[in-house]
């Protein structure tokens, strides 16, 4: 009997510090703020007695760990002046150490694989910090405040006769076992991949508690692995039944009552460009010349905001997905297929609904007039970029001038943008020729050719003007109207400086007087390393020194297209921001006040979020479908560059069809070596034989593991 009490009692302690967590991350939102406890009650939405007693007990518990103050009876505070205590995101490295990203820090807070307590990659935790040895300052994690994810995907070992086992995961994403006890296996075999749910993580335990909710497959099998990334990233490849069934009864007919509304450009000359695979046709050009010889150039985006709305089923699972996730071998789409390869769809000879940015661009390509809203189009052809590349190449075949003078347009305001500080990296990018089976038969490079360059120019003027119109009044000055930029912060000037001396070394310079002249210097290094061995290093080194591109209601500009204001508006298939953005320009259209910015910054950092994930997902797929391909090629040497280097190793990459192994520093039998991290390399204590980011070496292919999605390379010669 008293054993059953005690069980009790830590199941209530162990309720109370999941709820101490959720107080904390409510009261965090709003530190400065004075809270009574039903106000705390209700902003985590416990609201009934027995929540309401659970809130009390635990408000007690956090003042007896000084986690909260009372400041008067019944009114409390988040307490900011425990000594040496930090709140930041976790970030787990290989050897299980950890480093804490706090706010207005510049450095991460060190932790040492022995003081991550229970933390799990990406959590939201508290730190003490201190100084360890004298050296810099170091920190041990007191409590996990917000869990990351609960959800991992592993290998089921199975303990025979035992009737449990335990979930390993993958190192980056769960540094320890899952304990998975009898009755929670949900059917797994040993060996099996599957997607396990931590339930509990008792204190002083080694391993938290699970339960198998999805069982993957064999692993390295193709099916098995594809579904493995994208459980491994929270990615659904299925529609619940209820949003397919909303998208299905989606009005699909054109209608009169609607067309009256809208400006129709059925009678325009219009087409797509699109890769030759596309399904889905977000974005038209319609041209047209007037009789004072300038060009009508409309831009046609797909109308998303017509059919999906706020509150309906398929708006709420579209902003949970925020981005299509393009794998190698398929698409994991943002909407229903019938909206994004049918109803929404631009495609020849139906008439669509669309929004639009329509210019007036002379010969010179000066817009001399603007015009945004909703239109009804009709495509008369769609082209693949090889199409229309036949055509800027030989100057034959239909839609010629159309095409032609698009491409001579689009030359001018490319050759605009570079002037006014865009970087033009124009790395290519790695596609695989796939079978019946989706197995790997070849690789090759997608090369961005004037065709591509032509549709890229026209989204980037109307994600530009479209941004600009909203934001900035007819005289020049800000509008502050709220809205989602797609924004892009100025380079590291630290990472800048490492990147000009190390450059130096080549022979190169670079001038960081001011933000122009590190654009020219950027966009000069990467011409003047075209064809050398050093090419991919440096432009590797050069992307390196960027911030990543994000969503922010905070228009301070993209730095990499040289642009003031800039939105994304021409992919709402595929892109939340995109349908926020068409939301928000027809609500200024029609006179709208601006909406509160607070709640956009919100939908923001989700998408930022969410892109994130598919970008990581594709990346790993990618990384699988390599790995696939080099696996019939064990035994075989290759000619590579080193393209990357760290303390236990470094990777090098096969140029010809991108795939990238690892050499192994203790695999390298000659001498010692050790990592400098100033010259990107690695060199051997008696011998001095070094190896060096951009290094062409010879290697052989050893090892192909599917599952870890990792070639391993040995050193022939160098």
Same mark, same amino acid.
């Given at each position: 009997?008293?054993?059953?009490?005690?069980?009790?009692?830590?199941?209530?302690?162990?309720?109370?510090?999941?709820?101490?967590?959720?107080?904390?991350?409510?009261?965090?939102?709003?530190?400065?703020?004075?809270?009574?406890?039903?106000?705390?009650?209700?902003?985590?939405?416990?609201?009934?007695?027995?929540?309401?007693?659970?809130?009390?007990?635990?408000?007690?518990?956090?003042?007896?760990?000084?986690?909260?103050?009372?400041?008067?009876?019944?009114?409390?505070?988040?307490?900011?002046?425990?000594?040496?205590?930090?709140?930041?995101?976790?970030?787990?490295?290989?050897?299980?150490?950890?480093?804490?990203?706090?706010?207005?820090?510049?450095?991460?807070?060190?932790?040492?694989?022995?003081?991550?307590?229970?933390?799990?990659?990406?959590?939201?935790?508290?730190?003490?910090?201190?100084?360890?040895?004298?050296?810099?300052?170091?920190? &041990?994690?007191?409590?996990?405040?917000?869990?990351?994810?609960?959800?991992?995907?592993?290998?089921?070992?199975?303990? *025979?006769?035992?009737?449990?086992?335990?979930?390993?995961?993958?190192?980056?994403?769960?540094?320890?076992?899952?304990?998975?006890?009898?009755?929670?296996?949900?059917?797994?075999?040993?060996?099996?991949?599957?997607?396990?749910?931590?339930?509990?993580? *008792?204190?002083?335990? *080694?391993?938290?508690?699970?339960?198998?909710?999805?069982?993957?497959?064999?692993?390295?099998?193709?099916?098995?692995?594809?579904?493995?990334?994208?459980?491994?990233?929270?990615?659904?490849?299925?529609?619940?039944?209820?949003?397919?069934?909303?998208?299905?009864?989606?009005?699909?007919?054109?209608?009169?009552?609607?067309?009256?509304?809208?400006?129709?450009?059925?009678?325009?000359?219009?087409?797509?460009?699109?890769?030759?695979?596309?399904?889905?046709?977000?974005?038209?050009?319609?041209?047209?010349?007037?009789?004072?010889?300038?060009?009508?150039?409309?831009?046609?985006?797909?109308?998303? &905001?017509?059919?999906?709305?706020?509150?309906?089923?398929?708006?709420?699972?579209?902003?949970?997905?925020?981005? &299509?996730?393009?794998?190698?071998?398929?698409?994991?789409?943002?909407?229903?297929?019938?909206?994004?390869?049918?109803?929404?769809?631009?495609?020849?000879?139906?008439?669509?609904?669309?929004?639009?940015?329509?210019?007036?661009?002379?010969? $010179?390509?000066?817009?001399?007039?603007?015009?945004?809203?909703?239109?009804?189009?009709?495509?008369?052809?769609?082209?693949?970029?090889?199409?229309?590349?036949?055509?800027?190449?030989?100057?034959?075949? !239909?839609?010629?001038?159309?095409?032609?003078?698009?491409?001579?347009?689009?030359?001018?305001?490319?050759?605009?943008?570079?002037?006014?500080?865009?970087?033009?990296?124009?790395?290519?990018?790695?596609?695989?020729?796939?079978?019946?089976?989706?197995?790997?038969?070849?690789?090759?490079?997608?090369?961005?050719?004037?065709?591509?360059?032509?549709?890229?120019?026209?989204?980037?003027?109307?994600?530009?003007?479209?941004?600009?119109?909203?934001?900035?009044?007819?005289?020049?000055?800000?509008?502050? $109207?709220?809205?989602?930029?797609?924004?892009?912060?100025?380079?590291?000037?630290?990472?800048?400086?490492?990147?000009? !001396?190390?450059?130096?070394?080549?022979?190169?310079?670079?001038?960081?007087?001011?933000?122009?002249?590190?654009?020219?210097?950027?966009?000069?290094?990467?011409?003047?390393?075209?064809?050398?061995?050093?090419?991919?290093?440096?432009?590797?080194?050069?992307?390196?020194?960027?911030?990543?591109?994000?969503? &922010?209601?905070?228009?301070?500009?993209?730095?990499?297209?040289?642009?003031?204001?800039?939105?994304?508006?021409?992919?709402?298939?595929?892109?939340?921001?995109?349908?926020?953005?068409?939301?928000?320009?027809?609500?200024?259209?029609?006179?709208?006040?601006?909406?509160? *910015?607070?709640?956009?910054?919100?939908?923001?950092?989700?998408?930022?979020?969410?892109?994130?994930?598919?970008? !990581?997902?594709?990346?790993?797929?990618?990384?699988?479908?390599?790995?696939?391909?080099?696996?019939?090629?064990?035994?075989?040497?290759?000619?590579?560059?080193?393209?990357?280097?760290?303390?236990?190793?470094?990777?090098?990459?096969?140029?010809?069809?991108?795939?990238?192994?690892?050499?192994?520093?203790?695999?390298?039998?000659?001498?010692?070596?050790?990592?400098?991290?100033?010259?990107?390399?690695?060199?051997?204590?008696?011998?001095?034989?070094?190896?060096?980011?951009?290094?062409?070496?010879?290697?052989?292919?050893?090892?192909?593991?599917?599952?870890?999605?990792?070639?391993?390379?040995?050193?022939?010669?160098?």
């Amino acid at each position: 009997m008293a054993k059953k009490a005690k069980y009790i009692s830590d199941k209530n302690n162990h309720k109370l510090q999941e709820i101490g967590r959720m107080i904390l991350r409510f009261m965090n939102e709003k530190s400065g703020k004075i809270f009574n406890y039903k106000q705390i009650a209700d902003g985590i939405d416990y609201k009934n007695p027995r929540q309401r007693e659970l809130v009390i007990q635990s408000i007690h518990k956090l003042l007896s760990d000084k986690r909260i103050k009372e400041v008067e009876k019944g009114k409390y505070i988040i307490n900011l002046n425990i000594e040496g205590t930090l709140t930041g995101t976790i970030d787990f490295n290989q050897t299980g150490n950890a480093y804490v990203k706090v706010d207005g820090l510049d450095d991460d807070i060190f932790i040492h694989s022995k003081n991550v307590k229970d933390a799990l990659q990406g959590d939201t935790v508290l730190i003490v910090t201190y100084h360890f040895k004298g050296r810099k300052i170091e920190g &041990s994690v007191l409590e996990v405040i917000e869990r990351k994810r609960e959800q991992f995907v592993g290998t089921f070992q199975f303990i *025979k006769h035992k009737d449990f086992g335990f979930v390993v995961g993958d190192k980056k994403q769960i540094n320890t076992d899952i304990f998975v006890p009898k009755g929670k296996i949900g059917g797994a075999q040993d060996g099996d991949k599957v997607v396990v749910k931590m339930t509990d993580w *008792k204190q002083g335990e *080694k391993n938290p508690e699970g339960e198998i909710i999805q069982v993957l497959g064999v692993p390295g099998e193709h099916e098995t692995e594809i579904h493995s990334i994208l459980a491994q990233y929270g990615l659904p490849y299925e529609f619940p039944e209820e949003v397919e069934r909303e998208a299905a009864d989606l009005e699909r007919n054109i209608l009169e009552s609607e067309v009256a509304k809208r400006r129709d450009m059925r009678g325009i000359c219009t087409f797509t460009i699109d890769p030759k695979d596309a399904k889905d046709f977000d974005d038209a050009l319609s041209i047209q010349k007037l009789e004072n010889g300038n060009w009508e150039i409309g831009v046609h985006i797909a109308d998303v &905001s017509h059919y999906v709305v706020p509150g309906t089923l398929v708006d709420d699972e579209a902003y949970r997905r925020a981005t &299509s996730v393009y794998l190698v071998d398929r698409v994991v789409p943002m909407l229903p297929e019938v909206l994004s390869n049918d109803v929404c769809s631009l495609r020849p000879n139906e008439d669509k609904y669309t929004f639009s940015a329509v210019f007036e661009i002379n010969n $010179n390509a000066e817009i001399k007039k603007e015009w945004f809203g909703r239109t009804v189009i009709r495509s008369d052809r769609k082209f693949a970029y090889e199409e229309a590349q036949e055509r800027i190449e030989t100057q034959e075949g !239909d839609l010629l001038e159309e095409i032609m003078t698009l491409d001579r347009l689009a030359k001018i305001l490319r050759k605009q943008r570079i002037d006014n500080g865009a970087i033009t990296f124009d790395r290519s990018e790695v596609r695989f020729n796939l079978d019946e089976n989706g197995q790997p038969i070849g690789v090759y490079f997608k090369v961005s050719k004037d065709s591509n360059h032509l549709i890229e120019e026209f989204m980037l003027l109307a994600n530009r003007k479209v941004s600009e119109f909203v934001s900035l009044k007819k005289n020049g000055n800000p509008t502050d $109207n709220t809205f989602i930029y797609r924004v892009h912060d100025d380079p590291d000037p630290v990472k800048l400086e490492a990147l000009r !001396d190390f450059v130096g070394t080549f022979g190169y310079t670079m001038n960081l007087a001011n933000t122009k002249k590190v654009a020219e210097s950027l966009n000069k290094l990467l011409q003047d390393v075209k064809g050398k061995g050093e090419e991919n290093m440096i432009e590797t080194l050069a992307m390196r020194s960027m911030s990543k591109a994000i969503y &922010s209601t905070d228009p301070i500009g993209h730095y990499g297209l040289g642009f003031d204001y800039y939105s994304h508006f021409t992919s709402p298939i595929r892109r939340y921001p995109d349908l926020i953005a068409h939301r928000l320009l027809q609500h200024y259209l029609d006179g709208g006040k601006s909406p509160n *910015k607070q709640d956009y910054e919100v939908k923001c950092k989700h998408c930022s979020g969410m892109e994130r994930l598919a970008s !990581d997902a594709e990346r790993d797929s990618i990384k699988f479908m390599q790995v696939k391909f080099m696996e019939q090629h064990i035994g075989e040497e290759f000619t590579g560059v080193i393209s990357g280097v760290a303390d236990f190793g470094f990777w090098v990459q096969i140029p010809e069809n991108g795939a990238e192994g690892l050499i192994k520093l203790r695999d390298l039998m000659d001498d010692s070596y050790s990592y400098d991290a100033k010259t990107h390399s690695v060199q051997g204590s008696k011998t001095g034989n070094k190896f060096q980011l951009g290094d062409q070496v010879t290697i052989k292919v050893m090892k192909a593991n599917l599952i870890q999605k990792q070639l391993d390379f040995k050193i022939i010669s160098s």
